[in-house]
Structures are given as C-alpha cells and as structure tokens.
C-alpha cells in the first residue's frame, strides 16, 4: 500500500466525510462519496490524552502490541466515529481505511475493541 496523502483538518476531510446525526448513537461520520475498501480516509488528530474520555483513541505505538498506550484526543472529523462490531473501517495507528466498500451516504465505523464490546 502507498503511503496515505495525510488528511487531518475537517476541510480536507470534507471532500471524504461529513458529520449528521446517527442511528447508532448521537453524530456520526458518514462517506460524502463512494469509498473503496482499502482507501485511506483520513489520520485521525488531536492533542495527546493522559486519560480516557469522550473522542479519545488509545492507540498501541508497537505492532505486537506489548507497547505503550497513547491516546489522542479527536479534534477533527473523524471524531465522530461510533463502534460496531460490524465495522467498515479500522486503524492502522490513526490512520484510517475502509476494510469494505463504503457507499455514498453510509455511516463509517469502526470496532472499539473486546473492552467496550464486553460493555454493551
């Protein structure tokens, strides 16, 4: 896979997302244009985050996952994801993709780990 044109502000996310109201819970982002599956959609930004709260990602900084915990607060679109266990995009780091076709309209989510599903 080439390297992703980063897309962090919400004007260069635009031309990708948008946010309105979801069926799943409150606002959600959803695909302003048909997405392929594996399209990079766009890097997901914020300050960091000491601790766990509304918008906040957890990403792990090593492949294997044995490393550090960082968290990023969301400051762009991209904030407005809500979890499914049916998800059409995930992480890679906080860059995100679309694991299926992704339609015009449809709302983008991703899986918010074993933790939160056990949650619900």
Do not use: Q
Not at 15 to 38: C, K, M, N, Q
Not at 59 to 77: A, K, M, T
Request: hydrophobic fraction near 30%; include cysteine.
């Amino acid at each position: 896979m080439k390297p992703p044109v980063t897309r962090i502000s919400n004007r260069d996310l635009g031309e990708w997302v948008y946010s309105s109201e979801s069926s799943i819970h409150g606002t959600g982002l959803f695909a302003a244009r048909d997405i392929p599956a594996g399209t990079y959609i766009g890097t997901y930004h914020g300050p960091r985050a000491t601790r766990n709260g509304m918008y906040v990602l957890w990403v792990c900084e090593s492949e294997d996952g044995d490393g550090e915990w960082v968290g990023c607060s969301g400051r762009n679109l991209l904030r407005y994801l809500n979890h499914s266990a049916e998800c059409n995009a995930e992480f890679d780091g906080l860059d995100l993709y679309a694991i299926k076709d992704i339609t015009r309209d449809e709302e983008i989510t991703f899986y918010y780990g074993d933790e939160f599903h056990e949650e619900v």
